[in-house]
């Protein structure tokens, strides 16, 4: 004999949901996927925004390392290699320098990019021992081509210099409006400097300005005590630049994401106060999209081939 319980049960069961309950459980179905796609667009965009920051060190790091890399590059000499006393500086530089030019300093059609300074580095080869024309790739210049000890100088380079290799570093907008670290060297064919002729090369996007500072010494111990911009440098003549004995290099990169909150863009921090009396130091405040992340690249670099001028009059 059959319960009644079980007849309600099975009557029950064959009713199925009510509209209520369908509602309800369509309801709770919703708000579960809309969790599911929010926690995975966070989950996304937390993703994103760490591979942006490791990118933005991968090329500020790449970057630093190209510029300290041809300061240190700067003024070498085979020891058979005699410099003449009217030698261009084997660094010299402009502030504020846009559509740079190459001379004994480099010449400036615009102002920079953000400001952003020019570098004119000049060095020579160094060639296999018992094949000085072939180079050992111990001096490479920006664009990659191993520079040897012996052969002609870069186009433009003049006679009275034995320097093999000149680069010009400066930054400028490419044709997508996004700043770019860019290199100036001669154009070669068949492993020639052509005469008179220079390619620009983009080394790193995403370099928003280029500053440089020039140590020298004023105390006479051979070391670099006074750090001073290019102006200065230049206001005092042209053998002024044998006596740099170091580079400060502050560089600027930009990622390529905003940054989900809004919060005030801080001013970054160049260099340091040239004294303790001093509040701050140079800084730089982005005008243009200011949500996008950066940080800045800096490093002191002590010039390591001697200059002419230490042993003769410039």
């Known amino acids: 004999m059959r319960s009644a319980g079980s007849g309600t049960a099975r009557r029950r069961r064959g009713q199925g949901f009510t509209l209520v309950e369908l509602m309800t459980g369509l309801v709770l179905g919703l708000l579960v996927s809309a969790?599911?796609?929010?926690?995975?667009?966070?989950?996304?965009?937390?993703?994103?925004t760490a591979v942006d920051l490791v990118l933005l060190e991968e090329r500020g790091q790449h970057a630093l390392a190209v510029v300290t890399r041809l300061i240190r590059h700067g003024g070498w000499l085979p020891a058979a290699a005699a410099m003449p006393a009217q030698a261009p500086p084997a660094v010299s530089g402009r502030d504020d320098c846009g559509q740079p030019g190459i001379g004994a300093a480099p010449t400036c059609a615009r102002r920079g990019v953000n400001g952003s300074d020019a570098l004119l580095v000049r060095f020579s080869g160094s060639g296999r021992e018992q094949q000085p024309a072939l180079p050992d790739r111990t001096m490479v210049d920006c664009s990659g081509y191993a520079l040897a000890a012996q052969g002609a100088g870069d186009a433009g380079a003049g006679a009275d210099t034995p320097y093999a290799g000149t680069n010009l570093l400066y930054v400028a907008s490419g044709?997508?409006?996004?700043?770019?670290?860019?290199?100036?060297?001669?154009?070669?064919?068949?492993?020639?400097?052509?005469?008179?002729?220079?390619?620009?090369?983009?080394?790193?996007?995403?370099?928003?300005?280029?500053?440089?500072?020039?140590?020298?010494?004023?105390?006479?111990?051979?070391?670099?005590?006074?750090?001073?911009?290019?102006?200065?440098i230049n206001r005092r003549g042209m053998p002024a630049w044998h006596g740099v004995l170091a580079v400060q290099v502050a560089l600027v990169l930009r990622g390529e994401r905003p940054l989900p909150q809004r919060a005030p863009v801080p001013g970054l921090v160049l260099f340091p106060p040239a004294s303790p009396a001093q509040d701050?130091?140079?800084?730089?405040?982005?005008?243009e999209r200011p949500a996008l992340p950066r940080r800045v690249f800096a490093a002191s670099v002590r010039l390591r081939n001697p200059a002419p001028c230490t042993e003769t009059l410039c």
């Open 35 to 48: 969790l599911a796609a929010s926690s995975f667009h966070a989950v996304h965009a937390a993703y994103r």
């Open 175 to 232: 044709a997508d409006g996004e700043p770019q670290l860019l290199c100036r060297y001669a154009s070669r064919r068949d492993g020639q400097a052509q005469a008179g002729s220079w390619t620009s090369g983009t080394l790193v996007r995403g370099v928003e300005t280029m500053q440089l500072r020039y140590g020298i010494d004023t105390t006479g111990d051979g070391r670099p005590d006074t750090f001073l911009p290019a102006d200065e």
């Open 280 to 287: 701050g130091g140079e800084i730089f405040e982005p005008t």
